[in-house]
């Protein structure tokens, strides 16, 4: 079985940048030699510069705060000041977790016990009767461990300024809306070697963002930009999504919830990470989906989880709603709702209308659809003598899951027989009906 202790060569590995390994791989060396005490002061040097390199970074990318810790850490080095130095030194851990959130408060307590070690190591003076200290070596192993796990493998990004920063590239215009080029772009910033805490904020505010009524293509980037995380953090991810969509679903109006279907839309496994009530309240919302929201159901039909109230909503469509749609997107249902309305059709004005929207999916039906759309052009009168009935016929028979001698069969059978296109073939197909033939 493999050890719990972490390999102290991996732990080098794991610094972000090679002054961060420098010091740290100085400090394993002190460990490995058996110095303890000097294995917690290199730990503690390594934790101070990798701060102060951290403000220095955040400081060129344009951070005016981190610009003033600098300045005065500079002037107190310049001037020799040996006080301000010690003050800068003393306030050092607090200033990262308060100012620029380089740490939590958790983490700070661990590095706060690796500075307070740091000066019983430094300082022989400050032990109880002139005694040394000598640290154990878990204690220093612990130390070498929290300053990587801590600090030495992130970037200085970190807290709310690294969350700016992630949300700006997302809300420029150029970011892409392909999850493979976005994970591109995010490797290049503090999402690489991200907190969970950074991960977890990042996706919360992006859910909001997306719940807050966007264009297209601002829904998606935000979807490419969720999507990206998952690739780079799935473990955050999924628990993330698990424990916050819900919560963030249940705030929504209503009248929002049109957003809700174009993100399970666009996001795998989104509905399972739904709570049951909410997925209820979803089922329920798209049964009762609104007319203006009509489009909305073509994509839901394939989705697993809404597929039946998708569909229920769907035959439950009137012909407006369908005339009206912007899409052209097709579905079973939807065709299937087609054929039945047409062919209930209660006027002549009805089926002169609706019968184009037969012919703008007549290349789409199934072949019993065509066959059913056939036998409703002979059997209601409505149709039958509609200004629209030869044009139906038409596009029909360009219909590729149809047979035409079938199709031909069909229209003598309901008496179109004007609308076969072989005369002879009215002929066979009548001897192949009489008692005789059989």
């Not at 005694?131 to 220093?140: D, K, S, T, V």
């Not at 052009?377 to 044009?391: L, R």
Request: aromatic share 8%; proline share 3%.
């Amino acid at each position: 079985m493999a050890s719990p202790l972490s390999d102290l060569d991996e732990l080098v590995l794991k610094c972000r940048d090679e002054k961060a390994k420098s010091y740290i791989r100085e400090a394993v060396a002190c460990y490995k030699s058996g110095a303890f005490r000097s294995s917690i002061v290199s730990t503690w040097i390594a934790v101070a510069f990798d701060i102060i390199d951290k403000y220095k970074e955040l400081s060129l990318a344009g951070d005016k705060q981190a610009e003033g810790v600098i300045h005065a850490f500079e002037a107190a080095r310049v001037a020799n000041d040996i006080s301000a130095s010690l003050k800068f030194e003393r306030e050092l851990l607090t200033n990262a977790r308060d100012k620029f959130q380089l740490i939590s408060h958790v983490e700070f307590t661990d590095l706060d016990r690796l500075q307070q070690d740091r000066n019983r190591c430094a300082h022989p003076s400050m032990t109880v009767d002139s005694e040394i200290f000598n640290p154990p070596a878990e204690l220093a192993r612990v130390h070498m461990r929290s300053a990587v796990e801590y600090l030495l493998q992130y970037p200085p990004a970190q807290g709310k300024y690294a969350l700016g920063l992630l949300l700006k590239e997302v809300d420029s215009g150029y970011f892409p809306a392909d999850t493979e080029k976005a994970v591109v772009a995010f490797r290049n910033g503090p999402l690489l070697k991200a907190r969970s805490a950074l991960v977890t904020s990042f996706i919360v505010v992006l859910l909001k963002k997306f719940f807050s009524g966007l264009t297209l293509k601002e829904e998606l980037q935000v979807s490419t930009a969720l999507k990206a995380i998952e690739t780079m953090h799935k473990v955050v991810y999924d628990q993330t999504m698990a424990e916050k969509l819900s919560p963030v679903v249940r705030a929504l109006d209503a009248e929002d919830l049109d957003n809700v279907l174009t993100l399970l839309t666009l996001l795998d496994d989104a509905w399972v990470m739904l709570d049951e009530d909410q997925q209820q309240r979803i089922s329920a919302y798209v049964e009762e989906l609104p007319t203006d929201n009509f489009d909305q159901l073509i994509p839901l039909l394939a989705l697993e989880g809404l597929e039946v109230p998708a569909k229920n909503r769907v035959m439950k469509a009137n012909r407006s709603e369908i005339n009206r749609s912007k899409t052209t997107l097709y579905n079973d249902v939807v065709g299937e709702r087609v054929a039945e309305l047409f062919a209930i059709s209660p006027s002549f004005a009805m089926a002169n209308d609706f019968g184009h929207t037969v012919i703008r999916f007549a290349n789409h039906f199934t072949k019993q659809q065509v066959l059913d759309l056939i036998r409703a052009c002979g059997t209601n009168d409505q149709i039958k003598y509609s200004f629209v009935v030869g044009a139906v016929i038409s596009a029909l028979k360009d219909n590729k899951q149809v047979e035409l001698g079938e199709l031909n069969a069909v229209l003598i059978e309901v008496g179109l027989e004007e609308y076969v296109n072989d005369p002879e073939q009215i002929g066979d197909d009548l001897e192949d009906q009489s008692p005789d033939a059989a």
